[in-house]
């Protein structure tokens, strides 16, 4: 997980809540990811940045929005945190956009929504 | 659309037992293959990756064999320690986007036991 970190690490919010998980990178890398992880389903993508100053939706958007002001931050709000919304969530990025290329994750948030 | 599929967890082996993981996928042109690890409470990580059809990817004694005419990336290795459970997941590149997409599989939960 070097290089990707990720705040805060666990939160457990109510039903209407909102709060902004915070991911910031050190090494340079163009792309970055939100993506959410529950329980037999894999990773599922929320948003994506492919640069500075760009944003665009993934598989499951819905709740969500993002904000990518500078190369080293990509943050994702919540802003009516709803119960389907519990879920571990990761930050990740990639160097280029060329699909070979490693996806490095940070060590993730836990969210828990009542 | 493109997908991956992995065998069903969760996997309980003893130490020094052979390990397989399937994984099989559907994917239109020539993905990059890649199987990430999850150690508890982290983030992935890469475990290896392929690009092309017949290249092994190999790392810490797992080796996957990028199969053309299978459509498969199986993950093995010869003898399992504690050190290696984790939870698996099989992901590929998928071309077909404009950014670095990734598709992962639902994920194998892998138990060794002494």
């Known amino acids: 997980n070097a290089g990707v970190t990720q705040t805060p690490k666990f939160q457990v919010l109510k039903t209407g809540q909102s709060m902004t998980l915070q991911c910031a990178q050190d090494?340079?890398?163009?792309?970055m990811y939100w993506y959410r992880q529950d329980p037999g389903m894999g990773l599922r993508l929320i948003y994506y940045?492919?640069?500075?100053?760009?944003?665009d939706k993934g598989e499951v958007p819905n709740g969500y929005n993002v904000s990518r002001l500078n190369k080293r931050e990509f943050s994702l709000r919540l802003e009516s945190a709803a119960p389907s919304q519990t879920s571990v969530y990761f930050c990740?990025?990639?160097?280029?956009?060329?699909?070979?290329?490693?996806?490095?994750f940070g060590p993730g948030t836990r969210l828990t929504v009542l | 659309g493109n997908s991956v599929t992995q065998m069903e967890g969760p996997v309980t082996l003893s130490e020094e037992a052979f390990l397989t993981i399937n994984c099989t996928y559907t994917?239109?042109?020539?993905?990059?293959l890649f199987w990430y690890v999850q150690y508890p409470g982290e983030g992935l990580q890469l475990l290896l990756k392929?690009?092309?059809?017949?290249d092994k990817g190999s790392n810490k004694g797992f080796e996957a064999t990028y199969r053309k005419e299978t459509t498969s990336f199986h993950l093995e290795k010869g003898s399992v320690q504690v050190s290696d459970s984790a939870v698996y997941f099989c992901?590929?590149?998928?071309?077909?986007?404009?950014?670095?997409?990734?598709?992962f599989g639902p994920g194998t939960s892998l138990s060794v036991i002494p």
């Open positions: 940045s492919a640069s500075e100053g760009t944003t």
């Open positions: 990740a990025i990639t160097l280029t956009g060329v699909g070979t290329d490693t996806q490095y």
């Open positions: 392929a690009t092309k059809a017949d």
């Open positions: 994917a239109t042109g020539y993905p990059s």
């Open positions: 992901a590929l590149s998928d071309l077909g986007t404009s950014y670095d997409k990734v598709i």
């Open positions: 090494m340079n890398h163009n792309s």
